[in-house]
């Protein structure tokens, strides 16, 4: 089984930085995708930003160059780092990692982390 624990979120204002941590445990596969993806309230959850294995990163448009996902693979940790954070970044933040097996397709999901931007 896989468990993913989020840490790091909380209230900060406008302009202000966090960094949010995510470490995997579990039977991993060594070249899954980490990522997170966020939830706003009243809205559908969508991706933040993802990074393989061998560094590839994606960014949603909303973000880029204002957050940098990393990870160390070895202690199958992801981290993001959020700067100029702004109101509409409020959501719960979740981490997510995923691989392709054989027959089927490996998701897993962290139970979120609430980061609250004031204006």
């Known amino acids: 089984q896989v468990q993913l624990v989020e840490s790091g979120g909380g209230l900060v204002e406008a302009g202000g930085s966090l960094t949010l941590s995510c470490a995997a445990s579990?039977?991993?596969?060594?070249?899954?995708?980490m990522g997170w993806y966020r939830q706003p309230p009243g809205k559908q959850r969508e991706l933040v930003a993802r990074?393989?294995?061998?560094?590839?990163?994606t960014y949603a448009d909303s973000v880029q160059d204002r957050f940098t996902i990393s990870r160390h693979n070895a202690k199958n940790t992801v981290w993001l780092q959020m700067n100029s954070l702004k109101p509409e970044d409020t959501a719960v933040y979740y981490c997510?990692?995923?691989?392709?097996?054989?027959?089927?397709?490996?998701?897993?999901w962290g139970q979120g982390t609430q980061v609250t931007v004031s204006s």
């Open positions: 997510n990692t995923r691989w392709l097996g054989r027959i089927s397709e490996y998701n897993y």
């Open positions: 579990g039977n991993i596969f060594s070249g899954a995708v």
């Open positions: 990074i393989t294995s061998g560094g590839l990163t």
